[in-house]
């Protein structure tokens, strides 16, 4: 998939304060993860290089959670609560957007491909960087 099949798709938080757009095909395959905390808020991923990402509004707004190793950020906009999108583990110099955060109609998922998120290091050699 080139860029030029891509195309920039609106997304955000529920009280709209925190607005981004992801350049992404019209049809995609989203991931689920069963790690401690994707397994709670039921994040649908979509990872990208932080290329194909803008933060459009809410950056003033934004707070960020971290645990274990550190190195996914996971914000979320301290008015809703919301986290749309974050800094994952498995790709630190990019994003994960929640599908379910995009606006309606933004794209069509053909597939949902699980990710072992409870053996995270596993999971991860398994998946030889194509997370
Ligand atoms: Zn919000």
Redesign the pocket.
Known sequence: MTETEMSWKQGG??????RFEVLAPDEIDAKECNCSICRMTGFLHLIVESKRFRLIAGDDRIATYTFNTGTAKHHF?S??G?KSFYVPRSKPDGFSVDVRCLDDGQVRVANIVLFDGQHWEAAFAAARGNV
């Open positions: 938080c529920h009280c709209g304060t925190v906009c008015v809703c919301i």
